[in-house]
């Protein structure tokens, strides 16, 4: 069977190739899914397997209960009740609402899972929630309920949305499904909402590490500063992958040469020009280390059972495993949270610095009267403030945390699901972070006699912030502007795109 004939709104779902960049594209509505007709085949291959399977032996979830009571069998009398009773039991997730967006990415990715063809799910289920996407409703998912080995709670929601039970948001509620027998755990056994979480805030992260260089190459103008800590053979004598990445785009964006010299009577510059291939190389690779964790498990069929059809050389099997244990992705959103840390760092440091006459021989704070002006000095507050709240969601990586779950079964959990929540806190407040920096790098590109050549990525970047930041100098509220400069990111984003060998 060949598939449906796409347009530019329409993304094909087959299981083998999801992307960060479809899921974030899907969850916010700018595309649909489609899916694949020969993935849909292997589902109904993978769900008869499951019917057979449970017919002639012991399956997990299917013919026994569920964690601590794996062991008990679900009496025949039981049988026909058994997976409303676990969508039921398991619906239990508790706070706020998730924001669509969230919930949406969740739907994207469990779809695209379950066509990998291991769960045994029915495909009308699989439609179903497809469909959902495509007309713009989703279930109600509550925040709190996982800890990095299936996000079950939300899961069951969602599969009691399906049936009719769980309410719907952003439209009329689609029509009921029925629910059959193996439905309830081949739904649930998943991190969906956590993965797709993770796709929202990895895609996020990746543009807002590779903005910084756009930013740093900005300050580094803006304090004529010494470009020798970039040169080439520095980073050929120490050639980490990420930190040569650094120095090379940071040359790139200002023009210079591979070897270039420093500014007359300067030796060197402090840790936040000097360091900043050091500490921000880290990033740019523990971000792409994120997204190509992604996707492997957006592509994945870790449902537990494994429901494998007969092959070549084997019979039909339910394995029962430990794949939905979200240990590389937690690992992966904590060391993206302390790389970017430090790098933020180093943005706040550059901040200041900018605002120090004796670094780049400018009136103190930029100010328009230094003797009455106070200038950006309150940006500094602002830059640490939000840095503050960085560090937080950093200093307490989620993967360090342990619990003993359902009698002693369940003793380990990877916090998979509390490590994407602190990463997006990261995110939001590294972006604030670079932001307070734009505003500086601008104001004082302002005083400089001639601004980067505008043939270069930083003079198109200068150009662009500099027509949407407010030229006023006079003391007043710099809010906005900081707002506006958060704003800009998305779009400086593009003057510094991915280089080869630093994509997922």
């Excluded at 500014?263 to 510059?269: A, F, K, R, T, V």
């Excluded at 670094?359 to 602002?382: C, H, K, N, Q, V």
Aim: net charge negative; aromatic share 4%.
């Amino acid at each position: 069977m060949s598939a449906p004939p796409m347009d530019d709104t329409l993304v094909l779902l087959d299981g083998l190739r999801l992307d960060t960049d479809t899921v974030v594209r899907i969850a916010e509505g700018t595309a649909r899914p489609v899916l694949d007709p020969e993935a849909l085949a292997r589902v109904e291959d993978a769900r008869d397997t499951a019917r057979t399977l449970t017919a002639t032996g012991r399956v997990y979830g299917r013919t026994t209960g569920v964690g601590a009571n794996r062991s008990m069998g679900v009496a025949p009398e039981h049988s026909p009740g058994h997976d409303l009773r676990l969508l039921r039991s398991h619906a239990g997730g508790i706070g706020a609402p998730l924001a669509a967006r969230e919930v949406r990415a969740m739907l994207a990715v469990r779809v695209n899972q379950v066509l990998a063809a291991g769960s045994g799910l029915r495909p009308a289920l699989v439609q179903a929630l497809a469909d959902a996407l495509t007309t713009g409703v989703h279930p109600v998912v509550n925040e709190f309920g996982a800890v990095g080995t299936g996000d079950l709670t939300a899961l069951a929601q969602t599969g009691l949305a399906l049936i009719g039970e769980h309410p719907w948001q952003g439209g009329p509620a689609p029509a009921p499904v029925a629910l059959e027998q193996g439905d309830a755990l081949a739904l649930m056994s998943s991190n969906a909402l956590t993965l797709g979480q993770a796709a929202l805030v990895g895609h996020d992260l990746d543009r807002l590490v590779r903005t910084s260089q756009v930013v740093t190459a900005l300050s580094l103008a803006a304090a004529e500063g010494s470009l020798e800590a970039y040169a080439a053979p520095v980073h050929a004598a120490r050639p980490h992958p990420g930190v040569v990445q650094v120095a090379t785009e940071i040359r790139r964006q200002l023009g210079a040469p591979d070897r270039p010299g420093r500014p007359e009577g300067l030796i060197q510059h402090p840790y936040g020009f000097r360091c900043f291939p050091q500490l921000h190389g880290p990033a740019l690779e523990a971000a792409v280390s994120l997204l190509r964790v992604l996707a492997v498990d957006i592509n994945a069929a870790a449902e537990n059972p494994l429901i494998s059809a007969s092959g070549p050389d084997e019979g039909p099997a339910a394995y029962h495993h430990g794949g939905f244990f979200a240990a590389p992705l937690g690992l992966a959103l904590d060391h993206l949270c302390l790389a970017v840390l430090g790098t933020a760092r180093l943005s706040v440091a550059r901040l200041s610095a900018l605002g120090d006459p004796a670094i780049t021989g400018l009136p103190r704070f930029l100010a328009a009267d230094p003797a009455a002006d106070s200038g950006t000095m309150i940006l500094e507050y602002s830059a640490n403030s939000a840095l503050a709240e960085l560090r937080a969601a950093a200093s307490s990586p989620a993967s360090s945390g342990h619990t003993v779950l359902s009698r002693g079964v369940e003793e380990a959990a990877s916090f998979a699901s509390q490590a994407v929540r602190q990463t997006r806190r990261a995110a939001e407040a590294y972006r604030l972070v670079l932001a307070c920096e734009l505003v500086v790098a601008v104001r004082a590109l302002r005083l400089r006699p001639a601004p980067p050549d505008p043939a270069l990525p930083a003079g198109r970047a200068f150009r662009l912030a500099d027509a949407a930041l407010d030229p006023e100098t006079a003391d007043r509220p710099l809010s906005g502007d900081v707002a506006r400069a958060a704003q800009l990111l998305d779009s400086l984003e593009e003057l510094s795109p991915p280089a080869p060998g630093f994509c997922a």
